[in-house]
């Protein structure tokens, strides 16, 4: 098992999560964070400190797509390791669906 970021990151990129990782294992993209899947401790101490729900097990249902994802943009995207400012805008994406198809930036710049 292990931890994974899925869509709901996207645009809130809070990143409580990145500041509880014993392992720093969190990437950090344009718009959204992942998790290197073979870096992962499965330890789950970044998940409840996610507000807006967006680290889950892979094991969960749908999970597969994440996991891809997690695993591909870990290997491209810089580690991160200490907790940034959220974008000034967060607040209105937070709730919102279908994030992945609106949002998602590949490159980090």
Same mark, same amino acid.
Request: aromatic residues 10%.
């Given at each position: 098992?292990?931890?994974?970021?899925?869509?709901?990151?996207?645009k809130?990129?809070?990143?409580?999560?990145?500041?509880?990782?014993?392992?720093?294992?969190?990437?950090?993209?344009?718009?959204?964070?992942?998790?290197?899947?073979? &870096?992962?401790i499965?330890?789950?101490?970044? &998940?409840?400190?996610?507000?807006?729900?967006?680290?889950?097990?892979?094991? &969960?249902?749908?999970? +597969?797509?994440?996991? +891809?994802?997690?695993?591909?943009?870990?290997?491209i995207?810089?580690?991160?390791? +200490?907790?940034?400012?959220?974008?000034?805008?967060?607040?209105?994406?937070?709730?919102?669906?279908?994030?992945?198809?609106?949002?998602?930036? +590949?490159?980090?710049?």
């Amino acid at each position: 098992m292990t931890y994974l970021v899925n869509e709901k990151c996207i645009k809130c990129k809070l990143m409580d999560c990145v500041e509880v990782c014993p392992v720093d294992c969190f990437y950090e993209g344009k718009n959204m964070l992942v998790i290197k899947p073979d &870096e992962c401790i499965d330890c789950g101490v970044c &998940e409840p400190e996610c507000p807006v729900d967006a680290i889950v097990s892979d094991t &969960e249902p749908g999970s +597969e797509k994440w996991l +891809e994802m997690n695993t591909k943009y870990s290997e491209i995207w810089p580690n991160i390791n +200490e907790k940034k400012d959220p974008p000034e805008d967060h607040e209105k994406f937070k709730n919102e669906d279908d994030k992945f198809e609106k949002y998602f930036k +590949e490159n980090i710049q």
